[in-house]
């Protein structure tokens, strides 16, 4: 039986676009009853940047601006 490490090993030995689709699928795969919930330092950080935007102490950007970005530099796309 292959373990996650092997798994793990042999996935990051895909090109970047492969590893991006393996990622989606395995996220799209579990269902969100079984996601470990945030702990506590996270939730404290997003409260506080909740805050900071709220009191206009700091700017948003789409959702659609930042995946391109984070496409770009991944190298997914040109």
């Known amino acids: 039986m292959t373990n996650m490490n ?3 090993t042999a ?3 895909l090109p970047a676009s492969d590893r991006a689709q393996l990622i ?3 996220w799209d795969s579990v269902s969100p009853l079984d996601w470990v919930p945030p702990d506590s330092q996270w ?8 805050d ?8 948003s950007t789409p959702w ?3 995946r391109q ?3 770009r530099k991944a190298g997914l796309d040109g």
């Open 6 to 8: 092997e798994i793990l």
């Open 24 to 26: 989606a699928n395995l």
């Open 52 to 59: 900071a935007f709220d009191a206009g102490e700091m700017t």
């Open 11 to 13: 996935a990051q030995s």
């Open 69 to 71: 970005r984070a496409r």
């Open 64 to 66: 659609a601006e930042v």
């Open 43 to 50: 939730i404290t950080e997003a409260n506080r940047r909740s």
